[in-house]
């Protein structure tokens, strides 16, 4: 499925997975998200962090009417507030979503897959 914008100059057709790669970049520059994780169900309570070639595979990308709905399976760092995590990551994502591709955003659904603990060594 792809999405479609059409202009003076003819038709651009934007597919999922470049919108979830563009999701996915994004997402990980955000303070908190370690990674993206698998949409797949967590193996042993385990959540498996995504590499960059793979963050497709976190995103969900649907299109209905024009506006485009995306589920991100996150996982985030332990100590921080997932609640403000999550709220600052659907505005980072719906502000570059929507310049960078100049589509409307209806939904951003955040799945929390796991926390993880900074494995930094403190002196």
């Keep these: ?48 962090i995504l590499g960059y070639d793979n963050y497709a595979k976190g995103i969900i990308v649907k299109e209905e009417n024009g506006l485009v709905n995306i589920d991100m399976y996150i996982i985030v760092s332990f ?21 960078t591709l100049k589509v409307k955003v209806n939904s951003i659904n955040i799945f929390v897959q796991g926390v993880r603990v900074n494995n930094g060594v403190k002196n």
């Design 79 to 99: 100590g921080t507030k997932i609640s403000e995590v999550a709220s600052n990551l659907q505005s980072t994502i719906k502000y570059t979503v929507e310049q």
């Design 1 to 48: 499925m792809t999405l479609e914008i059409t202009n003076d100059y003819g038709s651009i057709d934007i597919s999922n997975e470049v919108i979830a790669s563009v999701v996915g970049s994004k997402a990980v520059e955000c303070y908190g998200i370690v990674g993206m994780a698998s949409r797949q169900q967590v193996r042993d309570g385990i959540a498996e």
